[in-house]
């Protein structure tokens, strides 16, 4: 097994990696791994290299390999890193469907705060860390107490993972445009003629709300899919097992 794999398993599994020959390292992979989160969060995705993070702490980049055997162990602790926030999303008390409400917002959130997680987590060629682990562990708990069969938990959860990853991303394109009013009065403006063809979107942007309220859609999409859960763990129960 090379060293690379190595570093991942133990990442993964969260186990601290045996000390290496040579002197006393004087920093720490999840110092290294913050700082590189820092300059993601300053200046984007694109400018962690592994001579930008070396430069970042104080050190060379060869020492850096000392730490990370590439780029991808720093990118995998920096994922998981980013994700390190208590698992607390309500009081065992409340139904399981507003604990994975605040679930899924705090999930958006992590996204929201580190605008190049969703990038880092596409390309990741590594197993999910300790963190992640907790978080996707929380969430399949909560969908346990649904009612739906254990193959069907999982495919809830990735429904969930997908609406936060898919409204990141429209998060992502909006935040990139000078103005999301504006892009929406252009369009309106352009399909003023087109109406005929387009007649559901005209009405959509002549609401005036088409982007007024981005947590309301999430909200919204949200609502939706755990309504399609309850009702699907509901006829499950309700449909007698086949002899």
């Given amino acids: ?7 991942n398993s133990n990442h993964a599994l969260g186990r601290k990696s ?19 989160i820092q300059l993601a969060d300053e200046k984007g ?7 930008s993070v070396a430069q970042r702490v104080g050190v060379t980049t060869m020492a850096l390999y000392r730490y990370f055997p590439g780029k991808s162990d720093l990118l995998a602790l920096m994922i998981d890193s980013a994700s390190d926030a208590p698992a607390n999303f309500g009081r065992s008390a409340s139904s399981w469907k507003t604990r994975l409400k ?33 978080w996707m562990e929380a969430a399949l708990a909560m969908l346990s107490e649904s009612g ?17 990853r898919g409204h990141a991303t429209f998060q992502q394109i909006a935040s ?10 252009d369009l309106a403006q352009l399909l003023k003629s087109e ?37 699907l763990a509901r006829q499950h129960k309700a449909t007698p097992p086949r002899r």
């Fill in 102 to 134: 605040t679930w899924a917002r705090q999930c958006l959130a992590m996204y929201r705060n580190h605008p190049w997680f969703l990038q880092a987590t596409s390309i990741r060629s590594t197993q999910m860390g300790p963190n992640e682990l907790t």
């Fill in 1 to 7: 097994m090379t060293a690379t794999k190595d570093a």
């Fill in 176 to 185: 990139q445009r000078e103005s999301a009013h504006s892009w929406t009065h």
């Fill in 18 to 36: 045996s000390a290496s020959r040579g002197p006393k390292p004087s920093l720490t992979p999840s110092e290294i791994a913050r700082a590189a």
């Fill in 45 to 51: 995705f694109q400018a962690v290299t592994m001579q």
């Fill in 195 to 231: 109406a005929h063809r387009y007649p559901a979107l005209v009405q959509a942007l002549d609401s005036g709300r088409f982007f007024d309220d981005p947590d309301g859609a999430f909200d919204f999409g949200l609502d939706c899919i755990l309504e399609g859960i309850s009702i």
């Fill in 148 to 164: 739906l069969k254990s193959k069907d938990q999982h495919h809830a959860f990735l429904s969930l993972i997908g609406h936060v």
